[in-house]
């Protein structure tokens, strides 16, 4: 099955700098990878996503690239900011229908 | 977006006792639900996928007759915890795929605390 390596596991960063978490997948049939912010206690919230058929993605701070042949995808906040603090994980998954499968989160401190 | 509730939020038991969680999608139809258990400070991990009206899947690991895993109906799926036990206390989360429109996307519930005395 499917396994997401995801690194660092913490980061702390100075507001307005620049954050890069990265992922790699094991199973190269996967095709889609979300991104979550989760904080504590609450669920996981979807910020941005990526399928396999497209190499990068961006909404306003934050962007995704996906490099299909290493298999690896990183997501990439810019211009930090102090509530950007939180855990973020990657996912992936095979195929519609089968479930996420979790990288091990990167706790990231945005400190002012 | 998609809605999905968890109830209860929090529950305390003790030791030897049975406890039931569900979840709801209320809004939309889900065939798939999936549920993930989460320690402190730890990932999701994926325990089963519930599909409507067949058996669920458990991951590897994972006990089906501990983790009772019932989905009646397109909105609603239930966790049973069975005979708790104090390393069973977890946030226990469902998600659910909407049947429509973007089949790739995932909705979670809130989460349930579970803690077992």
């Known amino acids: 099955g499917e396994n997401v390596e995801q690194h660092p596991s913490t980061l702390s960063v100075q507001e307005g700098d620049s954050a890069v978490i990265k992922c790699t997948y094991s199973d190269s049939a996967s095709n889609y990878f979300p991104w979550y912010k989760q904080e504590l206690g609450k669920r996981p919230q979807l910020i941005i996503d990526?399928?396999?058929?497209?190499g990068e993605k961006k909404d306003q701070r934050i962007a995704v690239t996906l490099n299909k042949t290493a298999k690896h995808f990183s997501l990439h906040i810019t211009e930090t900011q102090p509530e950007d603090s939180a855990v973020y994980f990657c996912?992936?998954?095979?195929?519609?229908?089968?479930?996420?499968?979790f990288g091990k989160g990167t706790t990231l401190s945005v400190s002012s | 977006g998609a809605v999905v509730s968890q109830h209860p939020s929090r529950v305390i038991c003790k030791s030897g006792t049975s406890v039931k969680i569900e979840c709801r999608s209320l809004d939309f139809q889900a065939t798939t639900m999936f549920w993930y258990r989460q320690f402190p400070k730890q990932s999701l991990m994926l325990m089963a996928t519930s599909n409507e009206g067949s058996k669920a899947t458990y991951e590897q690991g994972v006990e089906k007759d501990k983790f009772l895993i019932n989905h009646a109906s397109l909105t609603l799926s239930t966790l049973t915890v069975t005979s708790a036990h104090p390393e069973d206390s977890s946030f226990y989360i469902c998600?659910?795929?909407?049947?429509?429109?973007?089949?790739?996307?995932?909705?979670f519930g809130p989460g349930t605390r579970l803690t077992v005395l």
């Open positions: 996912a992936a998954r095979e195929q519609a229908g089968t479930a996420l499968i």
């Open positions: 998600s659910a795929r909407d049947r429509r429109g973007d089949y790739n996307e995932q909705f």
């Open positions: 990526i399928r396999s058929n497209v």
